[in-house]
C-alpha cells in the first residue's frame, strides 16, 4: 500500500503494516517484553521525551522530519519521493548543508565532543525511526527498529558525537522496510569532525566533496520503480538501471587544478562498485568509514560495497584546463549466477544512454561510469598529500578475550532465505553466543560461505556486513579479489566477497544494550539476514 504511494511500478508484497495489523498486533506491540525499564512497550513518543537524561544541553538541536516530497531529477514531470528535512532550533545554522536539486537529507556537521538533539519527525505514511550510521551512541539512541514511530510521531535523540572525524550517515531502520524507505530518499550524510582532522591540512571548504552514489530506476513518468515482487529479484538485492550521484543523474563535478577531498559512500541498495579512475592512475586513499587513515595508500581500484565509505585525495594540478576524467566503477565478477562477466552483459542504462525499466539492464558487477570530471579552471593553490593524516591506536589481538576461539557467523542461504549462523531477524532475540561482556576485545569472523541452492541454482552474493555501534578494525581476510579493502582504518561495514572470510577487532565498550548486526544489502536486510548482539554490563549479566 505504502510502494503504491511512491513508487510507480505496482509490488506485490503486502505492507508490514497491513501484516500487524490482520495479525492483530499493533506496531508498538513488538516490544512487548523488553528486558529494560526504558524500553516500556507501551512509551509514546511523548514519554520517551521524558524518559531522556533530564538537564541534557545541546550544542545543536534540531529538528528532523520524513516526508512525502517531490524533486525535479528530470526535465517534465518531478519526482515522488521521501525525504529528510531538517531545521536548526538551536546552534550554527551551518551545521545543515542542502544537497543542491536533491532528494537526500541535509548534511549535517559536528564536532566530536558536542552534544546534539534531534527531534525526529515521522510524516510518511508508514512507520519508521532513524540510524546513526556508524555513530558511537547509546542502544536507546541507535534506531533500532523496535523504536519505530507511525506517522505523525516524534523519537527524541540527544547523544554525544564520541566518534573521531569522520564520514557517517544516517538512514531509516524499520524492520522489513529499510529498503523501500531508503530507495524512496531517505538518507544523509552526518560529517563529524575533530582536531586531529583539522590539523591535518587537507582540502576543505568548496575542495571537500561529498559524493553519494546510489543507483535508481525510474518508469516513463519519471517516478522511482522499485522492486517488481519478483522473488529473485529480493534474493540478489535491489539494481537500478541509473547511477545518481547526490540525486543526480548523469554528475559532473567541475574542478580546478588543484587537490580535493572526496568523500564518497555507497548508499546504493545492494550495489557493490569497483572505484577507480578512467585513465587508470591509481586512487589515493585517505579515509574509511571511521575516518582518517593514519597514511595515504594507493590502490588501482577499491571495492565499496553498501554502506561503506571511502575518502579519496584528488589532485587535478597535473590536468591541463580542458580535461574530462571519471570515476568509474570497473566490471567484476560478483559470483553472481551468470556472473556480470560470463555473461558478457555491460551495463546500458550508462551516464549519457538511455533510461530504461527493468533492473537488470545494469547487473552488478557491469562497469560503468559513475560521474565525469571536468577540469575546468586554473587554480594555483598548491597542496602536498600529508604523509601523516592521522593516529590510529592499533588493538592487539593477544589483548582479546577470544583470539583462539573467535565468535564465527556464517553467511548462507537456507530455506530460499539469506541467513546468519542459519538464523533471521526477531525483534528481541538474541543467542547465547550473541551476548558480550561490555569492556571486552573480542574477534569476531565473518565467513561468506556461499552456496545454497536457489531456485536457478547456485546462489553466491557479495554480502556487505555491518555493526551497529561501534568502529572496528579488520585483524586479516582470507580474499579473493586481494586488491582494493582498505582494511588499515577503522570500519563499521566490511564487504565479503563469495568465499571470502574476514577477523574483525571489536571493542565493546561504554554502552550497554541491544545492537545490530546485519548484511548491509538492504533486501537482504529487510528479508532478515541481520541479528541483535547483546552488550551485557557486569550489573546486568547472570
Ligand atoms: Cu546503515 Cu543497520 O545500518
Ligand atoms: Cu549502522
Ligand atoms: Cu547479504
Given at each position: 500500500m505504502n510502494n503504491n504511494k511512491l513508487f510507480g511500478q505496482n509490488s506485490d508484497v503486502i505492507s508490514r503494516r497491513q501484516f500487524l495489523q490482520s495479525a492483530g498486533v499493533g506496531s508498538l506491540g513488538i516490544m512487548a517484553g523488553a528486558f529494560l525499564p526504558l524500553l516500556n512497550p507501551a512509551a509514546k513518543a511523548s514519554d520517551q521525551n521524558k524518559l531522556v537524561e533530564t538537564g541534557f544541553l545541546p550544542d545543536l538541536d534540531i529538528e528532523l522530519k520524513a516526508t512525502p516530497g517531490e524533486v525535479p531529477i528530470f526535465p517534465g514531470k518531478p519526482t515522488s519521493v521521501w525525504q529528510y528535512k531538517a531545521k536548526v532550533?538551536?546552534?550554527?545554522?551551518?551545521r545543515l548543508i542542502e544537497l543542491p536539486r536533491s532528494y537526500l537529507g541535509p548534511i549535517i556537521k559536528a564536532n566530536q565532543g558536542e552534544k546534539i538533539r534531534i527531534r525526529f519527525k515521522n510524516q510518511i505514511p508508514d512507520e519508521s525511526i532513524v540510524h546513526w550510521h556508524g555513530l558511537h551512541v547509546p542502544a536507546i539512541m541507535d534506531g533500532h527498529p523496535r523504536y519505530v514511530v507511525p506517522q505523525g510521531q516524534t523519537y527524541l535523540y540527544e547523544f554525544e558525537v564520541k566518534n573521531r572525524a569522520g564520514t557517517y550517515w544516517y538512514h531509516p531502520h524499520p524492520h522489513g522496510r529499510t529498503g523501500p524507505q531508503v530507495y524512496g530518499g531517505l538518507a544523509g550524510l552526518f560529517i563529524v569532525s575533530d582536531d586531529e582532522e583539522k590539523a591535518a591540512g587537507l582540502p576543505s571548504g568548496e575542495y571537500d566533496i561529498p559524493l553519494v552514489i546510489q543507483d535508481r530506476s525510474f518508469d516513463i513518468d519519471n517516478q522511482l520503480v522499485y522492486l517488481s515482487g519478483h522473488m529473485m529479484e529480493r534474493m540478489n538485492g535491489f539494481l537500478g538501471d541509473l547511477i545518481l550521484v547526490n540525486g543526480n543523474p548523469d554528475f559532473i563535478l567541475p574542478v580546478a587544478t588543484r587537490a580535493y577531498r572526496l568523500r564518497i559512500l555507497n548508499g546504493s541498495n545492494s550495489r557493490i562498485y569497483k572505484l577507480g579512475w578512467k585513465d587508470g592512475s591509481p586512487l589515493t586513499v585517505i579515509g574509511t568509514d571511521g575516518g582518517l587513515l593514519e597514511k595515504p595508500v594507493y590502490r588501482r581500484y577499491v571495492m565499496l560495497g553498501p554502506a561503506e565509505r571511502v575518502e579519496l585525495w584528488a589532485d587535478f594540478s597535473r590536468y591541463p584546463v580542458g580535461t574530462e576524467t571519471a570515476l568509474v566503477s570497473l566490471p567484476v565478477d560478483t559470483g553472481m549466477m551468470g556472473g556480470a562477466r560470463s555473461g558478457g552483459r555491460m551495463g546500458?542504462?550508462?551516464?549519457?544512454g538511455g533510461r530504461m525499466s527493468?533492473?537488470?539492464?545494469?547487473?552488478?558487477?557491469a562497469g560503468f561510469p559513475i560521474f565525469r570530471v571536468h577540469v575546468n579552471h586554473k587554480d594555483k593553490t598548491t597542496l602536498s598529500l600529508p604523509e601523516r593524516l592521522s593516529t590510529i591506536e592499533r588493538y592487539r589481538a593477544t589483548d582479546s578475550v577470544n583470539l583462539r576461539y573467535p565468535r564465527t557467523f556464517g553467511l548462507s542461504m537456507r530455506h530460499m532465505t539469506w541467513t546468519i549462523n542459519g538464523r533471521t531477524f526477531r525483534m528481541e532475540e538474541v543467542a547465547t553466543d550473541e551476548k558480550v561482556r561490555m569492556d571486552s576485545l573480542e574477534v569476531w569472523e565473518f565467513i561468506n560461505e556461499g552456496g545454497g541452492m536457489g531456485m536457478m541454482g547456485m546462489m553466491n552474493m557479495p554480502h556487505p556486513i555491518h555493526l551497529h555501534g561501534k568502529q572496528f578494525q579488520v585483524l586479516e581476510r582470507h580474499s579473493?579479489?586481494?586488491?582494493?579493502?582498505?582494511?588499515v582504518g577503522w570500519k563499521d561495514t566490511v564487504l565479503l566477497m563469495p568465499g571470502e572470510r574476514i577477523k574483525i577487532l571489536v571493542h565493546f565498550g561504554d554502552y550497554p544494550g541491544l545492537f545490530l548486526y546485519h548484511c548491509h544489502n538492504l533486501e537482504h536486510e529487510d528479508m532478515g539476514m541481520m541479528r541483535n548482539y547483546l552488550i551485557e554490563s557486569a550489573v546486568t549479566s547472570t
Open positions: 532550533h538551536k546552534g550554527d545554522s551551518n546500458r542504462g550508462m551516464m549519457g527493468g533492473n537488470q539492464s545494469l547487473p552488478n558487477g579473493v579479489m586481494h586488491e582494493g579493502y582498505i582494511d
